[in-house]
């Protein structure tokens, strides 16, 4: 910042880099840019404008603060969603382990049951054709004399 020369009214500071060329005096009122607006001494309503100014810093504040704010709990989000999506990735991987375990043992039992179903179809039809023979034994028996009743 650099010291403006001092009048009797006013003594301000610009920016250099923001103050561009003005001829020093108009009509007996000297000109000085900051960074915001034109400086004009003796306007009357610069105080108004300093204390405009004062609260557009404060709001500008409040707003870096409330930003700086909605950043951090973004990051916190963030973060947790991050631990949540390994925790999802180990569980999918882990229900995935399972899934093909238990698929395996469904096919294994599958298999079993089809090996089980052969095995008591055949025994069905053993059973069918025993009981054929039984009945047969039994019309061969009831054909034969009844030694008792030709006494």
Same mark, same amino acid.
């Given at each position: 910042m650099v010291e403006v020369p001092y009048t009797a009214e006013y003594n301000v500071f610009a920016i250099d880099t923001q103050h561009s060329e003005q001829p020093?005096?108009?009509n007996n009122t000297c000109v000085v840019e900051t960074g915001d607006s034109n400086v004009i001494h003796d306007s009357p309503d610069m105080c108004d404008n300093?204390?405009?100014n004062d609260q557009n810093v404060v709001e500008c504040d409040d707003e870096h603060v409330a930003l700086a704010n909605l950043i951090a709990n973004f990051k916190l989000d963030v973060d947790e969603n991050? =631990?949540?999506q390994k925790q999802? =990735? =180990?569980a999918n991987a882990s229900s995935t382990q399972e899934l093909t375990e238990c698929k395996s043992i469904f096919s294994e039992?599958?298999?079993?049951?089809?090996e089980s179903n052969s095995i008591w179809d055949s025994c069905?039809?053993?059973l069918q054709s025993k009981q054929t023979e039984f009945e047969k034994y039994?019309?061969?028996n009831d054909r034969t004399v009844d030694y008792d009743k030709l006494k």
């Open positions: 020093e005096c108009i300093d204390i405009q991050k =631990k949540i999802l =990735k =180990k039992t599958s298999r079993t049951l089809g069905l039809v053993a039994k019309a061969c």
